[in-house]
């Protein structure tokens, strides 16, 4: 696969400059993180009070837009590899981020963009239904802003790994990536919404634009020193010529001489690629063979669609190994999207006093859950990794921080159970199962923050562990699209998640409306299996797996079975 072309430059100082680089990224990524969530955190309230919206439709207003932020990392990863530069995409996605909270800024300031206010509350009012044109800005804002800060969240993360030349280095970087994330989440979905709750949400959404434009001045403010990849071409239609090339040629019987094989017209790059495919998935490995009419007298293609690179069936074959690894992500990520919405029912059942005039508010719990994991990457990177270093004297490799996060996250599911067994012992104790009643059961939700702290250990070691492992495997024109799959993972996770309780509430007595009569120690300790199982699964695809290259301190190139 042709290799993509350098542009920009380093600043002097190597990985000084390297480093440089990436703190003015992860400087304008707090401003873009504390733009969007500053606004997606309280959506639902805004909707439903201000323009009336009822609050199941504002409920899934708020999930569709979820989806998108999901999906638009992996559209704007595909136009980052094939059409523009990661410094393109970010930069467009920001500025399509910031018109859209704009929008949502003059519906909040602008008494003609939104319906008249309704003193009813969350009951919505039918004679101040929003008009045509309301809609059609409040719409536009919500999408412009889902779309722009989803299209920049994965890439940004890539770009800012491209600045760095040593893999230890970038896997220190994507721990930060997700600190910024965790804890700009965290500010965002406290003082911003305080803001839009007690003082206005002019203000609040004032502040998100404002943060938003930072970010993109801080983002540009460094433009010469990027170290940037222009993509030449779609990598996506390469690989599918590999498979449409080992179709045509099926009947070919396979070469052990490698000058049967193409290796394309740059010789240093051929230089480090084998003389011959490797014998894995040996099937698309027919693609790569010369046959007759194939080649052009200058040495280039003359069929795209009837030969390949060594290279190109190379990078194929990287992606097929890769997918066990990933589908054990998807198994992972299903069971801590369940655990963090029944977390919310076990929540509004308990007693949430601290003191006799305040109460925590339901929706703070999640809080815990990103500040476990903003406490716990900095533990990770500065005290267990190095730790391990001196112990093993290497560096924990991706999937070993992956497999760590696997048993974080069996721990937690198994804490949730035991919670929630006490929990309803104490709700049995005053309302037998047959005779329930929905009322506050006399114990402390802080009984679930050991389970909900768990919950963000976990994700500190894997969630990192998964990026850099993507990025670090995946075939170099994909490096985009390698940092977009943790978005992928988790979307669908969640719709998978949501089926999964769907299909459990219709066959099963253990979610019932009134959770106080049903079993979700049961749900816990099921998850929590699926949870120990997909771990010996990793295991067997971690242990088989032989990473590509990897980069040791000094700059060598060293490959190594995990």
Known sequence: MEPPEMIGSKVSGGQRGGWMSC?????????????????????????????????????????IISSWAFLAPVIGAILADSLFSCFSVILICSIVSLL?????????????????????????????????IQFAVLYAGIALGAIGF?????????????????????????????????????????????????????????ICVAANLVGIVIFLSRTQFYHQIRPRGSPFSRLAQVTVASIHKRKIILSSKSEDYYHGQDD????????????????????????????????????PWSLSTVQEVEDLKTLIKIFPVWSTGILLSIPIAVQAGLMILQVLTMDRHLGPNFEIPAGSFTVVSFLSITIFLPVVNKFISPTWKKLTRRHPTSLQRIGAGHLLTVVS???????????????????????PASTTVPMSALWLLPQVA?????????????????????????????????????????????????????NTPWLPDDVNSGRLDLVFWI????????????????MSYRYRNLEQKDGSLEAEQN
Not at 34 to 43: C, D, F, P, Q, Y
Not at 271 to 292: H, Q, V
């Open 23 to 63: 703190l003015f990224i992860a400087a304008s990524m707090i401003g873009f993180q504390l733009a969007a969530g500053g606004w997606m955190s309280n959506l639902i309230v805004y909707l439903t009070e201000e323009f009336n919206v009822k609050s199941i439709g504002a409920a899934q207003i708020s999930s």
């Open 100 to 132: 859209g909270i704009i929008l949502l800024f003059l519906t909040a300031t602008i008494g003609s963009l939104k319906p008249t206010h309704c003193e009813i509350g969350w009951i919505s009012c039918n004679n101040n239904t929003p008009s045509g």
């Open 150 to 206: 989803g299209g920049l969240n994965s890439i940004i993360a890539s770009f800012g790994a491209a600045q760095l030349e040593n893999v230890n280095d970038r896997g220190s970087f994507f721990s930060w990536y997700f600190f910024i994330l965790c804890s700009s989440s965290v500010i965002s979905g406290t003082a911003i919404v305080y803001v839009e709750d007690n003082v206005s949400w002019a203000w609040g959404f004032g």
């Open 268 to 303: 240093d790059a051929a230089n480090l690629l084998p003389s011959i495919p490797s014998p894995e998935f040996g099937f698309f490995n027919r693609a790569a063979i010369i046959t007759e009419g194939d080649i052009k007298f200058d040495g280039s293609k003359a069929k």
């Open 413 to 435: 599911m198994a804490v949730s159970a035991m919670v929630e067994s006490k929990r309803l012992n104490v709700a049995y104790s005053l309302h037998p199962p047959d005779k």
């Open 454 to 506: 768990l919950a963000g250990c976990g994700p500190a070691f894997h969630f990192p562990g998964h990026v850099e492992f993507y990025y670090q495997e995946f075939p170099a024109s994909l490096k985009s699209t390698a940092t977009a799959m943790n978005s992928v993972t988790i979307a669908t996770a969640y719709y998978l998640s949501s089926g999964v309780l769907d299909v459990l509430k219709k």
């Open 527 to 542: 998850f929590g299996g699926v949870v120990a199982l997909n771990y010996c699964y990793f295991l067997g695809c971690s």
